[in-house]
């Protein structure tokens, strides 16, 4: 176990009950699955807080999942049009990917990030992401009702990656 990775965790669990924004990095504007690791982690990092700002430009989404789910995602996100990265922006993200490792999902620890494939469940994404409790039994995620706390047994998808920070 790591001493940020634990921060990470307890962190994260603050944000249960901060409502769903796709594309969100914030408690107060609301958060989505991989914004809630950032958001979680930007406390220990000034390179994270920048990662955020560029990844803030970015938005993920299924193409026509707003079709087949009948939801506008600009619903969820004021400003729904992807900008593109400055280099600057691209830098901030280099620094982010330095700063992660992949790890093996049964290896999991607290505040690890734990990819899940979606393809095929309606999500917004082909993936989602939730951050692992300090008990590694749960984890913390953004749905759309919110940011919740569940045990990583109730899942419906399936793990496929992890992702740890590996430096401050």
């Known amino acids: ?22 594309g969100g990095f914030g408690e107060e504007a609301g958060i989505d699955c991989f914004g809630l690791w950032l958001a979680a982690a930007e406390d220990y990092s000034k390179d994270v807080k920048a990662a955020i700002r560029a990844l803030q430009k970015c938005v993920i989404i299924r193409h026509g999942f707003d079709e087949r789910r009948g939801i506008n995602p600009t619903d969820f996100r004021d400003e729904f049009v992807p900008l593109a990265p400055t280099d600057k922006d691209k830098m901030a993200l280099e620094v982010l990917s330095e700063m992660t490792t992949e790890i093996d999902v049964a290896e999991r620890q ?22 692992v409790c300090p008990d590694v039994n749960a984890v913390v995620q953004a749905s759309r009702n919110g940011v919740i706390r569940m045990s990583l047994s109730r899942m419906k998808l399936k793990a496929v990656a992890g992702v740890r920070f590996i430096c401050p």
């Open 110 to 131: 607290p505040g690890d990030l734990l990819v899940f494939e979606a393809e095929g469940s309606g999500m917004c994404a082909n993936y989602h992401a939730a951050v």
């Open 1 to 22: 176990m790591s001493a940020l990775g634990d921060k990470i965790a307890a962190k994260a669990e603050t944000f249960v009950g901060t409502p769903f924004r796709l």
